[in-house]
């Protein structure tokens, strides 16, 4: 395997609490890597480390050989890294495809120039007098946006001028999508990207996300829904508290006694009502205790 993305020893540590502590993984370009765990076993944090909106205390980060882990955010995204995010955060007041261009900016010719006062400026400069290449790149962006909410048939399109507050929380989340595909990322990191869909959206969920896989792009998961982990994943990276437990592929995890008894264990931890309400898991089905109820809100 020659690997596109690799974390090594990544930590991050609040305050004493060991959020993400020692995680090694290596993806390989067109795969997908699903991290499960249970709540709080710092997938999260370990997504905040991949696209740089949270430093680690230790450890480090490369794509494609090319160091990652001191830069900003705004360097993962034009690098190729984009992503979702767990409770779903678009621009409400932005139009769906305002939100989808913000997207694209990641990789703006301007972008390229990098955040020093001086690209700072003259970023600036060419939005006053918009030289015919600031309004070439605009027009391409625009068609490439509209090209992205159609991979969704009918369910953006339609609506490409009403702000994103106005739309269903599914579509929101399709919005939020389509705006980190529109940053052509080379490696997309989808946090529970079905949470809170019913299950004909989380059905279309994971179609569209094997739509993307047949286009070889490099997908890390993080998700609750076990059907869709063991539908979707190449290899399952098992978290609880900030480790690593379990790799492999989705079989092999989900028999790996050390990852039931985390299941298990997680489960007893929790009480039943303190979650989502969902039926705790009992020893026959451990896996049930990490599901994410099907709600439509
Ligand atoms: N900014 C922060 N400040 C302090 N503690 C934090 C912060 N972010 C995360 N944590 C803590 O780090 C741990 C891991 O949280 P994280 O959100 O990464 O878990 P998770 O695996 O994504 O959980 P869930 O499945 O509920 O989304 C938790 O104990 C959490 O309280
Ligand atoms: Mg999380």
Do not use: C
Not at 30 to 41: F, K, R, W
Not at 262 to 284: F, I, K, M, S, V
Request: net charge neutral; aromatic share 4%; charged share 20%.
């Amino acid at each position: 395997m020659n690997p596109q993305l690799v974390a090594h020893d990544l930590a991050r540590a609040f305050n004493g609490v060991h959020a993400v502590d020692g995680v090694s993984f290596e993806v390989a370009q067109g795969e997908t890597l699903s991290i499960i765990g249970p709540n709080g076993a710092g997938k999260t944090t370990l997504f905040n480390l991949l696209s740089g909106l949270d430093q680690p205390t230790r450890g480090s980060i490369t794509l494609d050989g090319q160091p990652l882990a001191a830069l900003g955010a705004d360097r993962f995204a034009a690098l190729g890294v984009a992503r979702t995010f767990q409770h779903g955060r678009v621009f409400g007041n932005l139009s769906v495809l305002d939100n989808v261009l913000i997207g694209a900016h990641a990789r703006r010719r301007l972008a390229h120039i990098g955040s020093t006062p001086l690209a700072i400026l003259a970023e600036l400069a060419a939005g006053l007098v918009r030289p015919g290449f600031v309004a070439a790149e605009e027009r391409a962006f625009r068609a490439e946006a509209e090209s992205i909410l159609a991979l969704f048939g009918d369910r953006l399109l339609p609506r490409l001028h009403e702000p994103a507050h106005s739309l269903s929380y599914a579509n929101r989340r399709r919005v939020e999508l389509a705006r980190a595909l529109a940053a052509r990322p080379r490696v997309l990191l989808l946090d529970e990207p079905t949470a809170g869909m019913n299950l004909t959206e989380t059905a279309e969920a994971l179609a569209f996300i094997q739509r993307l896989q047949d286009r070889r792009l490099t997908i890390l998961l993080i998700e609750h829904k076990l059907s869709l982990v063991m539908t979707l994943s190449d290899r399952v990276l098992v978290m609880d508290d900030g480790r690593v437990i379990a790799a492999g592929v989705p079989e092999t995890v989900r028999t790996n006694p050390q990852v039931i008894e985390a299941y298990l264990g997680h489960a007893r931890r929790t009480p039943p009502e303190a979650e989502d309400g969902a039926t705790r898991a009992g020893p026959a089905d451990p896996f049930a205790a990490w599901n994410v109820p099907v709600v439509n809100p």
